[in-house]
């Protein structure tokens, strides 16, 4: 999950550590900054690893109803849908 609610620091979890970062969004642009994690070693840290190495590339965030999308001036491109929605 990624968590944008507090609008001065972002959470989230890909599966093992907890993760924290600020970020700043004007209009459709996003920054992330810096950010803090728990540091447990899990059997599988693709997907956390992915995460970390391609959040510095966004720059783009486009939310259209329960969906939002990350994306980068690469090929980099995160999608996230609403927990609660079904």
């Given at each position: ?41 899990c059997e ?43």
């Amino acid at each position: 999950f990624l968590n944008l609610t507090d609008p001065e620091r972002a959470s989230a979890k890909m599966g093992c550590n907890n993760l924290s970062f600020g970020y700043s969004i004007t209009g459709n642009s996003i920054t992330f900054k810096t950010g803090i994690s728990t540091k447990m070693l899990c059997e599988d840290m693709s997907l956390e690893n992915d995460f970390l190495n391609n959040l510095p590339k966004v720059t783009t965030i486009v939310i259209q109803g329960h969906q939002m999308t990350l994306s980068g001036k690469g090929n980099e491109k995160m999608e996230f849908v609403a927990e609660d929605w079904d």
